[in-house]
């Protein structure tokens, strides 16, 4: 009993931070047409710079965690305007874009703080009991944060100006631009937004398990596989298939071993790719 | 009948795009299949090479039923086609256009193919002399080394007509052959039509410019999927109340 | 046909990029005086003056002796063996401000040459054909873990001596072929220690969860078994394996919890994978022991409050009372709170003890004289052979003393280090 | 696929037929010069064992052949417009057709090479069926999570695939490398020889025209399936004939070489070199494997920034790569060549 | 003069698609341009709108170059574009459709007036407003294409081919809202191959062929001119 509840705990929790991961990713490739492989270093990336700002400069994890969000997302504006827009979406050369920014932050954190496995210091010490079962406060934390986001996105996109139009550009770039919505703005924002909740992610990510500059790679592929199990342009897939991903990777390390998980679970997203090649919650 | 259409529908979703099409093409026939935007007639056209699976009905090609046949099939049992858009392969100059169409007449084999046999190098031969003469008849050998997506519009359009010739087509598909055309223009091409016919292809054109009428030795009239019309040209332009319904009342006058 | 002209263009670069660097490659093959035939046994290391530049004048006299070693700096095995990299250039220091290694009345001062492994197979095959074929070295340091796999056959084959810092039991990385392979720390004794520690600190503890990486686990499993009933313990339930890349080791420790073990053993694994699955434990309320290699420090800093209960080996920290004197003095060289996996520089340490045992330069007959040797000095105190039969080598793999710690509530406490038993 | 059709020799001939016999003798006489130069390149390359032998170039040349082919394979599947992200994989395949029956069963290397070609020919050809219905990024991604299930059950595959750490003791070829860079050098070359003539004869247009339109290719008889299968099967092969002969010459197999990041590298080799042209892949190579072996060896750790460097520089200077800028000067220079020519002949 | 464009020529990748073509609106004024298929009369709007560059020439909007402008910037300026195919978002509810096509406008009040105007215009808009575009018929997603242009406050309104797939009783319509709008002071530009509804609401029109303009004056001129009935008119 007690294994099923823990299980469930996991699953949401892992739930809510693929859902954010596969949300900011899914915003730079459906405004930017942009497969950004290096969502991976920026999660990790992000996850070390909140790190070096709890642990080397001794601010308060409360602090510390908005302001590594502030600085991905205005790195990700920096990241658009010299990276992203200058290769004008062409596929091969974001790719080859992508693929340096990535080898360079891993390769940085790797070579100045690689050398051990460390870990955000807790913003809450200690376990909450919940029932008879005990959960680490920092998940409780984690996942209403977590939760309080989702709703805030959801919000972000459906109700403000800002989401109306890059749902706009999502469905139809050149009447986006006949309505005066500049691409260029739009694309600027959803990078910055999109690396935002990538830094989200990997904050939650090094608090509760652990750092290495190689972390992303791992999360990097749970991303891509809900991006596309979601479809290309789905926004409220990614909240279903996200949930699915949770499941999938909380629920069956705890029935079989080892790498058997990881075989499983891929050989049923690339089975259900299969059957829907465009996704199950994409249009068309 | 060589081409014969028996109850064709497609649905898209909740839409109906084309609804209990009947048409018949005799050998030897131009059939003109005319209509405003969005008739319907393209989609014909993709029912008929299989490009899109048909939702009822039948087509029959030369007797035999070629519903559900895969495009390449329809293109091999004879039956060549152009595009209204992106007719072409843009990356290839005009010579290569047409030389790689020449798929099905003479055919090599792989392992002619890449062992470069005796019999590869003579079929090769035989494209690159049969392509020349092609991009002759529809005036095209100057631009032979030209990319294609580099040609003015109408050079495109008689570039797809070319590719499809190069299939040896015993029925061609022309899909508004004669769009973005100067009156100049649309004459070589109703002429290069005609002798086409005149060589022993049967021609179904998709138009919506009137001129085609000239051409044609019979007309179908199509609109919202469906078919309203059919007959000699004269007979057609002589419908007036169709005419006026669906094409503005100006046409009559 | 317009190709021709750039294709000519890139021939001529690509002659460019494969001669230029082939004639440098001839003309380094002339410098060395010894020849690039393999088969030649005699061919000693390269005798090479020190370096002008060498500030030292007591060393400035000295020949050099060329050391390979193999360690990942990049990618994911980096955090392990960015560590050992250090110290294993402290411990070339000490060897050298000891007065080198002295072979037949002359010292020859050490000089590593580290070659990146990148964490995986090709890379080490790379590094190790770097450092056999271009820089000529008889011997080697390393590489750890698995990597072996790809590195002992190049060895073998150019009969160049390797100790490797540890490995993965895998035949193909040490068996009774492969002759001039040498094992720093045979791992089965390792995890003896832990056992044996575990038995002494907790007597209550009457059966082990064991929780393991799931890849090189299939060739230990065996040995882990005797180990398990040679201390006298039993298995709770069967061995829980997971993949060394995942995010999230909640279910681990959930399954691990499921078992309800006195206490749990995680033998394979690395940091990462220790730490989120003991956090995981300690968060779900499991109380029991928990022994695996640690680094103290770095497990108080990952786990904070829960670390505690913890059985840790191989923790190598100046306040131990109990420490070597040589892995003192090693961590006294540099910043003595770093982590040191101290694993390379301990097989440093014995190379350099057995060339002078046999005091020759060359590699075979240092290897012949190696098999004879029962004893050596590691940097972990007296060192011992184990694993002979095993392996099915004469004293090629080698055990010493492995240090011990408690850590409970984020306090370390040091015991006497363990003598581990002898794999047979 | 019989051949019944006799070509038909009554259709009129518009052109007179020494015009197309002097297009050809044109081509012929051009390509000498190239041929001359590709020659001394093989002689050269054929002849270095001389001088470095033993050497560590040696081990990293061999590297270079192996990858040369494999990355121009991934080319041939991608000229068919397939951006397949499983070439890996398919060198996995092929590795471990290879090693499992040479470890385990001790077969010949003789017998085990040819299998592991053939295996991942065979797998390569039945994936690349479900997946043909797939195009553009649904196939991009699809192959990706292709490689990464072939890479994940390796890795659960227990003993008999050594799972995650590898599977040693692959039994060699030779003992003397030497051997290995003749090898290696004369698969590159027949390899290549096999990719230029696909790619320049009747199948590499086919492909090519899939790739630019496949309705425009299925209405004059080119069968995109069929075409796809093809080009898969055959870039498989020499994957996996690669990937087989690899593991033999290092002992092992790893599912590290074969995992997502091995394929991307193999791709950026390709777009670093220029994917659009045949000898894009061994230039991308050159630059991505081989300088950065030769010339900045000593970096070690810091080398990834060396590659990120050249990744950036080539994506902001040369969008088609290397041999993509190189075209683009030369044909520069020869249409203002040829444009002078027709200026003088214009009235 | 309003509107003009001076002597524009326009490619296409590399092939030519308008050919120094010079068309002028006067304000307040219905001008159309006609002709065949891939005559070129969709590059010219989207060249006014700035969806493609000029290779030649200038386009002035009351005596100002506006041709380096974003598209963003002419819509500020009013010249707005209702592109062939309707280009919907056709995910979201015909109400954000409309309030998209006032992104450029800070006026809530003007807005909201837009808005009533539009409903007033095409009441059905009004009973789909929570309705998603996509699942619209294609005659009302034509309006709601013509709503949303007119949600920008257009000083100009641009539309490309409005008739397309629309039955002749929904044509008619559209030529009556086409005369609405225009009493309303906007001008319109309008692009048509249906030459009866093109002629039947404009004042003044062009004809274009393969890139140029062949013949040009009053919709009456046009209508009765023997060429253009003869190659357009099917006469």
């Known amino acids: ?284 | 009948m060589l081409l014969e259409t028996k109850g064709l529908t497609k649905r898209f979703g909740g839409l109906v795009a084309v609804k209990d099409f009947d048409i018949q093409v005799a050998e030897g026939e131009i059939v003109g299949l005319i209509g405003p935007n969005g008739a319907g007639k393209s989609t014909v056209f993709n029912l008929i090479t299989g490009v899109f699976p048909v939702t009822s009905g039948r087509v029959l090609f030369d007797g035999r039923d070629i519903t559900g046949k895969q495009p390449e099939q329809v293109a091999r049992l004879g039956i060549g086609r152009t595009f209204q858009l992106n007719p072409l392969f843009h990356e290839f100059t005009v010579l290569e256009n047409v030389t790689s169409s020449f798929e099905l007449h003479p055919h090599s084999s792989l392992f002619d193919i890449f062992f470069n046999t005796r019999k590869y190098r003579r079929n090769e031969a035989f494209i690159a002399e049969r392509a020349h003469e092609i991009l002759h008849v529809v005036g095209l050998e100057r631009v032979a080394d030209e990319l294609a997506k580099n040609l003015p519009h109408g050079h495109q359009k008689m570039l797809g007509v070319a590719r499809a010739l190069a299939t040896r087509p015993r029925l061609l598909l022309l899909d508004e052959p004669l769009s973005g055309m100067n009156p100049s223009e649309i004459d070589t091409s109703l002429e290069a039509i005609r002798s086409m016919r005149d060589h022993g292809i049967t021609i179904l054109i998709v138009e919506h410019n009137m001129q085609i009428l000239r051409l044609c030795d019979r007309v179908v009239v199509i609109s919202f999927g469906q078919k309203i019309c059919e007959g000699s040209p004269a007979e057609v332009r002589a419908n007036e109340e169709v005419i006026s319904a669906y094409f503005g009342a100006d046409y009559v006058c | 046909m317009k190709k021709t002209a750039w294709v000519s263009v890139l021939m001529v670069l690509m002659i460019l990029l494969a001669v230029v660097p082939a004639l440098a490659g001839c003309g380094k093959a002339e410098e060395t005086t010894t020849t690039s035939a393999p088969t030649q046994t005699t061919a000693g290391p390269t005798p090479t003056t020190a370096a002008p530049s060498s500030t030292e004048t007591t060393t400035a006299q000295m020949e050099t002796l060329q050391i390979g070693v193999i360690l990942s700096l990049t990618d994911w095995f980096s955090v392990v063996d960015a560590a050992e990299k250090m110290d294993i250039e402290y411990v070339a220091q000490m060897i050298n401000e000891d007065g080198g290694i002295k072979v037949q009345g002359k010292s020859y001062k050490v000089e590593l040459v580290i070659e990146d492994g990148k964490s995986s197979l090709d890379g080490n095959t790379a590094a190790a054909n770097k450092l056999v074929l271009d820089k000529k070295l008889k011997f080697v340091v390393g590489p750890g873990a698995f990597f072996n796999l790809a590195t002992t056959p190049i060895f073998e084959q150019n009969k160049v001596l390797h100790v490797a810092n540890y490995n993965g039991l895998n035949p193909a990385e040490m068996n009774k072929d492969t002759r001039y392979a040498f094992l720093g720390l045979d791992p089965i004794t390792q995890q003896s220690a832990a056992l044996k520690a575990l038995k002494l600190y907790y007597p209550n503890v009457k059966n082990v969860a064991l929780a393991s990486e799931d890849a090189t686990f299939p060739a230990f499993e065996p040995h882990f078994r005797a180990l398990v009933e040679r201390t006298g313990l039993t298995l709770a339930g069967e061995p829980i394996l997971y993949a060394t890349q995942a995010e999230d080791y909640n279910p681990i420790a959930a399954k691990i919890k499921a078992l309800n073990p006195d206490a749990v053993w995680m033998p394979i694994g690395i940091d990462p994978t220790y730490f989120g699955i003991v956090k995981g434990l300690r968060t779900l309320g499991y109380q029991g022991p928990i022994t695996f290699p640690v680094d103290a420090p770095s497990v108080v800093g990952a786990l904070g409050d829960s670390a505690t209960g913890i059985v840790g080996i191989l923790s190598k920290q100046v306040e131990d009372p109990y420490i070597a004197a040589p892995m003192k003095r090693l961590l006294l060289m540099g910043d003595p709170k770093r982590h040191v996996f101290g694993l390379a520089p301990n097989a440093l340490y014995l190379l350099k003890h057995a060339i002078e045992a046999a005091d020759s330069l060359d590699p075979t007959v240092v290897r012949d004289k190696w098999e004879t040797l029962t004893s050596l000095p590691t940097l972990y105190g007296d060192g011992f052979p184990s694993g002979n039969q095993l392996y099915g080598l004469p004293n090629h793999a080698w055990a010493h003393p492995i240090p011990v710690c408690l850590i409970n509530d984020g306090k370390v406490e040091y015991k006497p280090w363990i003598l581990p038993d002898v794999t047979p | 696929m019989s051949d019944m059709t006799e070509i038909d020799t009554t259709d009129i001939r518009l052109v007179p037929e020494s015009a197309v016999g002097q297009e050809v003798a044109q081509t012929k006489s051009r390509r000498w010069p190239g041929l001359s130069v590709l020659g001394g390149l093989v002689l050269v390359l054929a002849l270095l064992p001389l001088g470095i032998s033993g050497s560590y170039y040696m081990h990293v040349l061999i590297l270079t052949f192996f990858y040369v082919v494999i990355a121009s394979s991934w080319r041939v599947v991608s000229i068919s417009g397939q951006f397949n992200i499983a070439i890996g994989a398919f060198m996995g395949i092929g590795a471990y057709a290879a090693a499992i029956p040479s470890v385990w069963l001790h077969w010949s290397p003789w017998v085990t090479i040819p299998l592991g070609a053939v295996a991942a020919t065979i797998v390569g050809a039945l994936l690349a069926y479900p997946f043909a219905r797939l195009r553009t990024i649904y196939y991009a991604m699809g192959t990706l999570f292709l490689g990464y299930v072939v890479i994940n059950l390796i890795t659960a595959g227990g003993k008999t695939t050594g799972m995650s750490t590898g599977l040693g003791g692959v039994e060699p070829l030779f003992s003397d490398r030497t051997y290995y860079y003749y090898l290696a050098f004369g698969l590159m070359l027949v390899s290549l020889a096999c990719m230029y003539r696909l790619e320049f004869s009747r199948i590499g247009v086919r492909m090519k025209a899939i790739a630019q339109s496949h309705q425009v290719a299925a209405s004059v008889g080119i069968g995109e399936r069929r075409n796809r299968i093809l080009a898969v099967a055959f870039g498989s092969f020499f994957a996996g004939l690669m990937g087989a002969v690899y593991c033999h010459y290092q002992g092992v197999a790893s599912p590290n070489s074969y995992g997502l990041g091995a394929t991307l590298w193999i791709i950026m080799y390709v777009l670093v070199g220029g994917i659009n042209s045949f000898w894009g892949p061994a230039v991308g190579v050159g630059m991505l494997l081989v300088i950065p072996e030769f010339f900045f060896r000593d970096l070690k750790g810091n080398l990834p920034y060396v590659t990120a460097a050249i990744l950036l520089i080539i994506a902001f200077t040369m969008p088609e790569g290397i041999v993509g800028l190189l075209k683009a000067i030369t044909d520069r220079v020869s249409r203002r060549f040829r444009r002078g020519e027709v200026s003088g002949d214009a009235p | 003069m309003f509107v003009e464009l001076k002597n524009i020529t326009v490619h296409y990748h590399k092939s030519l698609a308008v050919d120094d073509v010079t068309i002028e609106v006067p304000e307040g004024g219905v001008v159309t341009i006609i002709g065949a298929n891939g005559a070129g009369k969709s590059t010219i709007l989207r060249a006014l709108a700035g969806l493609v560059s000029l290779t030649r020439g200038q386009i002035l909007f009351q005596g100002e170059r506006i041709d380096r402008l974003e598209t963003a910037d002419r819509v500020r300026r009013g010249i707005v574009l209702v592109p062939e195919g309707r280009q919907l978002f056709p995910y979201l509810p015909v109400i954000t459709n409309l309030r998209l096509g006032a992104t450029l406008r800070r006026d809530r009040a003007g807005i909201a007036e837009s808005l009533e105007y539009v409903f007033d215009l095409f009441p059905r808009l009004k009973e789909r407003a929570k309705q998603d575009a996509g699942t619209l018929s294609g005659g009302e997603q034509q309006m709601l294409a013509i709503a949303r242009g007119l949600m920008a406050n257009p000083r100009l309104l641009c539309l490309d081919e409005p008739s397309v797939g629309l039955a002749p009783i929904i044509v008619e319509l559209v030529g009556d809202v086409i005369r609405e709008i225009n009493r309303k002071g906007i001008s319109v530009l309008l692009v048509e191959q249906n030459a009866h509804l093109a002629l039947g609401v404009a004042q003044r029109g062009y004809v274009l062929e393969v890139g140029r303009v062949v013949f040009q004056g009053d919709a009456e001129a046009i209508r009765c001119s023997e060429m253009v009935r003869k190659a357009y008119l099917g006469g």
């Open chain 1, 1 to 284: 009993m007690e294994i099923a509840v823990q299980t469930v705990i996991n699953v949401v929790l892992l739930g809510v931070v693929y859902i954010l991961m596969g949300i900011g990713f899914a915003f730079i490739l459906n405004l930017l047409g942009i497969f950004n492989l290096a969502h991976g270093a920026i999660f990790m990336s992000a996850a070390y710079g909140c790190y070096l700002l709890v642990v080397k400069l001794g601010l308060p994890g409360f602090a510390a965690f908005p302001v590594t969000v502030l600085a991905a997302a205005a790195f990700g504006i920096l990241v658009e305007r010299f990276l992203f827009r200058p290769m004008k979406a062409d596929f091969n050369r974001t790719m080859m874009v992508c693929i340096a920014l990535s080898t360079v932050l891993v390769t940085t954190f790797n070579r100045f703080l690689g050398t051990r496995a460390l870990a955000i210091p807790p913003f809450l010490a200690g376990t909450t009991g919940l029932g008879p079962y005990r959960v680490q406060t920092d998940r409780i934390l984690a996942f209403c944060i977590g939760i309080v986001l989702l709703v805030g996105i959801i919000l972000f996109v459906d109700r403000s100006r800002w989401g109306a139009q890059m749902q706009a550009v999502t469905q139809n770039r050149e009447g986006a631009a006949l309505q005066g919505i500049r691409f260029s703005r739009v694309a600027m924002l959803a990078v910055s937004v999109g690396f935002g909740l990538a830094a989200i992610g990997g904050v939650f990510m090094g608090t509760l398990y652990n750092l290495t500059p190689f972390i992303g790679d791992v999360t990097l592929i749970k991303v891509l596989m809900l991006v596309i199990l979601a479809g290309l342009g789905s926004f409220n897939g990614i909240f279903y298939v996200g949930g699915l991903l949770g499941l999938l990777y909380g629920a069956l390390p705890v029935v079989l071993p080892g790498a058997v998980v990881d075989a499983l679970a891929s050989i049923l997203v690339l089975a259900l790719l299969l059957i829907r090649p465009r996704g199950f919650f994409g249009h068309e």
